[in-house]
């Protein structure tokens, strides 16, 4: 999310972003001596301007002890808000993901899929929907 250059899209799988609470802006502050005793406030973008059309796939187990999909799932609907891109939460690990559907979806999209039988892992189903997002973004 903060590269400046252009990538086809990111996945997370049972994770976490360290630098959520900065990702819309660092501000730093120093003051500067001389004469007059000036206070200089700069604020330093971090997220990168083309973040919003990064298409994000992201894979979390409803069991996972180490990294709470609930409280994820809500820094990921934030972080989608900040960023300006649509969030959209995938409860049903029963459905496979269609490509098709897919396709006539917006790809430029945050996914947050949520695996019922899965802890802090990967399992067949997730990487055979990760696969298929996968192809998705390779065929637009």
């Not at 960023?83 to 897919?102: K, Q, V, W």
Request: hydrophobic letters at 40%; charged letters at 15%; proline letters at 4%.
């Amino acid at each position: 999310m903060t590269t400046h250059y252009p990538i086809g899209g990111l996945f997370v799988l049972s994770s976490y972003i360290p630098l959520r609470k900065k990702m819309q802006e660092v501000i730093l502050s120093f003051v500067l001596f001389g004469h007059g005793h000036a206070h200089i406030l700069v604020s330093l973008k971090i997220m990168a301007p083309n973040s919003k059309e990064i298409p994000v796939f992201w894979g979390h187990g409803a069991l996972d002890a180490q990294v709470s999909e609930t409280q994820w799932r809500g820094f990921a609907h934030t972080l989608a808000g900040q960023i300006g891109t649509p969030f959209c939460h995938y409860a049903d690990d029963s459905i496979r993901l269609n490509r098709a559907e897919m396709k006539e979806q917006n790809v430029t999209q945050m996914r947050f899929h949520t695996y019922s039988e899965l802890g802090h892992w990967f399992n067949e189903i997730e990487i055979q929907d990760l696969v298929s997002w996968i192809y998705v973004l390779l065929d637009n």
